[in-house]
C-alpha cells in the first residue's frame, strides 16, 4: 500500500513539475510584458514581481511605434488563405485516399506524409527560385502559395486517419436512400470529421505565424512580411532589444493558438492513434 502511495505521489509531483515547466515561458512572458525598463534591468529586483507598477507603455509601443498591426494583418490574410487551400486539397485527398482499397491506399498515405518530413532548410532554395520564376517573390502571395506545400501533407495524412474510422456502411446506406456520392460527403463523411479538420484550420493558420525561414527567405518588404519575419526586424535594433515589446509580441499571438491547441489536443491525438478500417 505504501509503495502504491509513494507510486502516486511520485506521479503527481512529476506531473506538477512538467507543468510549471510548460507554463514558465507564458508567465515570464506576461510579467515581462507589463515591466517598466528600470524594472526590468535591475539585477537586485525579483524578476517574478512588480517592483515598479505595471505599465502599458510597452503595448502601446509595439501597436503605434512600429508596424506590428501590418505583421498581425498580413499574417491573418496568409492565415485564411492557406487555411483554405488546404482544405480544398486535403479534405478530398484523404477521403478518397481512405476509401482507395488495398496496399496502394496505405502506401500512398505514407508517401505523402513522408513529404512533410523534408525538411525547409532543402526546400526553400528551389521553391524560391518558382516563386522568382513566376514574379511572386516579396509580396504576401509567395508565402501564400509555399506554405501548402507543409500543410497539404501533414493536413491529408491527418484527415486520412478520420476518414479510415468511418464505417462504409453509414455512407453505402446514404446511397441507398438516393443520396448521390457528394451528397453521401457531405451529408455523412464531413460532420463526421469535423474533429480532424478543425485541428487541420488551426495547424494552417499557425504555420504563417510561427515559420521563420520562408517568411525571411521570400519576403523582404516590410508591407508584406509577417510576425514571425518582421518583429525582429522591428524590434531588435542593432545591439538594442526592445524585451517588453518583444514578450508582448510573442503573447499575443501565442496564447489563443495555445488555447486552440488545448482545446483540440485530445481531438489530434485521436486522429494520430485511429486505426485503419479493415479491409483498408
Known amino acids: 500500500m505504501m509503495k502504491g502511495l509513494l507510486r502516486r505521489v511520485g506521479f503527481w509531483v512529476g506531473l506538477l513539475l512538467f507543468a510549471l515547466f510548460a507554463v514558465f515561458p507564458v508567465v515570464w512572458m506576461l510579467i515581462s510584458t507589463f515591466k517598466q525598463t528600470g524594472d526590468l534591468y535591475n539585477a537586485g529586483n525579483n524578476p517574478f514581481l512588480f517592483n515598479l507598477p505595471p505599465t ?38 484523404a477521403y478518397s485516399l481512405s476509401r482507395l482499397v488495398g496496399r496502394w491506399g496505405e502506401r500512398s498515405g505514407i508517401a505523402i506524409f513522408l513529404v512533410y518530413l523534408i525538411p525547409p532548410t532543402l526546400l526553400f532554395i528551389p521553391l524560391f527560385q518558382l516563386i522568382s520564376a513566376i514574379n511572386a517573390s516579396n509580396t504576401i502571395w509567395s508565402l501564400v502559395l509555399v506554405y501548402p506545400t507543409i500543410t497539404v501533407p501533414f493536413c491529408t495524412w491527418l484527415l486520412l486517419g478520420f476518414f479510415k474510422s468511418m464505417p462504409r456502411e453509414m455512407e453505402e446506406a446514404a446511397l441507398i436512400d438516393g443520396c448521390s456520392r457528394w451528397q453521401a460527403f457531405l451529408r455523412v463523411a464531413m460532420p463526421m470529421a469535423w474533429p480532424g479538420i478543425a485541428t487541420c484550420v488551426v495547424f494552417a493558420f499557425a504555420l504563417p505565424l510561427s515559420d521563420y525561414i520562408y517568411a525571411a527567405s521570400f519576403v523582404s518588404s516590410t508591407s508584406a512580411r509577417t510576425v514571425s519575419a518582421g518583429v525582429p526586424t522591428e524590434l531588435i535594433r542593432g545591439d538594442v532589444y526592445y524585451w517588453q515589446s518583444l514578450m508582448a509580441a510573442a503573447a499575443i499571438v501565442t496564447i489563443p493558438l495555445a488555447i486552440a491547441y488545448g482545446l483540440l489536443f485530445g481531438k489530434l491525438v485521436k486522429g494520430f492513434q485511429t486505426e485503419p478500417a479493415s479491409g483498408v
Not at 501597436?63 to 488563405?81: E, M, R
Open 56 to 93: 502599458l507603455e510597452n503595448v502601446t509601443f509595439l501597436f503605434t511605434g512600429t508596424h506590428y498591426p501590418v505583421f498581425l494583418w498580413n499574417s491573418f490574410l496568409i492565415g485564411v488563405l492557406v487555411v483554405v487551400i488546404t482544405l480544398s486539397l486535403a479534405v478530398p485527398a
